[in-house]
C-alpha cells in the first residue's frame, strides 16, 4: 500500500478536527439539558413573586451544562477513532435537536411555562 508523503499530516489533521467535532458536540447537549433542566428548577425553588423566575437556570444552567459536556467529551474522546467520533458527535448534536424541539414543543402546548 503506498501512501503520498503529506497524508500522515491530513490524517493527523482530520483526527484533531474529528475529536474537536465531537467534545464540542458533547459541550452543545451539555448546555441544552443545563437549561432544560436548570429553568424548570430554578422556577421551582424561586418563592418570591416579583423575581425573575427561571433565570437564575437559564445563567447558570446553560454555561454549567456546556462546561460539563466538553469535559465529558474530552474525556471520552481519546478512545476512539476518528471515524467513531464523527459519528457519535453527529448523533450527540442530533439528541441536542431532539431536546431543543421537546422544550419548543412543551413550551407552545402549555406543559412548561417560561
Request: net charge positive.
Amino acid at each position: 500500500m503506498s501512501t503520498s508523503p503529506g497524508s500522515g499530516g491530513r490524517t493527523r489533521f482530520l483526527s484533531i478536527l474529528s475529536g474537536l467535532f465531537f467534545i464540542l458536540a458533547c459541550g452543545v447537549l451539555g448546555g441544552v439539558l443545563g437549561i432544560s433542566l436548570g429553568v424548570p428548577i430554578d422556577k421551582m425553588l424561586t418563592t418570591h413573586p416579583h423575581a425573575l423566575a427561571g433565570l437564575g437556570g437559564l445563567l447558570f444552567g446553560t454555561p454549567l451544562g456546556f462546561l460539563i459536556g466538553l469535559v465529558t467529551g474530552a474525556a471520552i474522546v481519546k478512545r476512539m477513532p476518528p471515524p467513531r467520533r464523527v459519528r457519535l458527535g453527529g448523533t450527540v448534536l442530533l439528541a441536542a435537536i431532539v431536546f431543543v424541539a421537546i422544550d419548543a414543543l412543551a413550551i407552545s402546548t402549555g406543559l412548561v411555562e417560561w
